[in-house]
């Protein structure tokens, strides 16, 4: 079972960027398909970006698209969501999620097919 930490979320403004983390433990990050989801106040929880378990194919959602980029170091079993040319309608708490992976190049949009998720960190976007 694996235990996943994000961090590195704050408040920036319109047009910065940040670099969220996601520190595992308990088991290895290559084992797994990952994403990351977010959830902004009132709202439900939504898909942002996935990485395949080999790490090989990558999925985001529409609205970050060519701003935002997962990746993951195997060897700090760290996941990272980098996020560029931010809005403020990406203010939302992103949590990082692991799943066994259903297959080498499968990519999970649907925060369903997800089996551990982290506690979340905040993003504030200021205008």
């Known amino acids: 079972q694996v235990q996943l930490v994000e961090s590195g979320g704050g408040l920036v403004e319109a047009g910065g960027s940040l670099r969220l983390s996601c520190s595992a433990s308990?088991?290895?990050?290559?084992?797994?398909?990952m994403g990351w989801f977010r959830q902004a106040p009132g709202k439900e929880r939504v898909f942002v970006a996935a990485?395949?378990?080999?790490?090989?194919?990558?999925h985001y959602g529409d609205s970050v698209e060519g701003r935002f980029t997962i990746s993951r170091d195997n060897a700090k079993n760290t996941l990272y969501l980098d996020m560029n040319s931010l809005k403020p309608e990406d203010t939302a708490v992103y949590y990082c999620?692991?799943?066994?992976?259903?297959?080498?190049?499968?990519?999970?949009?649907?925060?369903?097919?997800?089996?551990?998720w982290g506690q979340g960190t905040q993003v504030t976007v200021s205008s």
């Open positions: 999620a692991a799943a066994l992976p259903p297959g080498t190049m499968v990519v999970i949009a649907t925060d369903r097919g997800y089996d551990y």
């Open positions: 308990g088991s290895t990050l290559s084992s797994y398909a």
């Open positions: 990485l395949s378990w080999n790490g090989g194919v990558t």
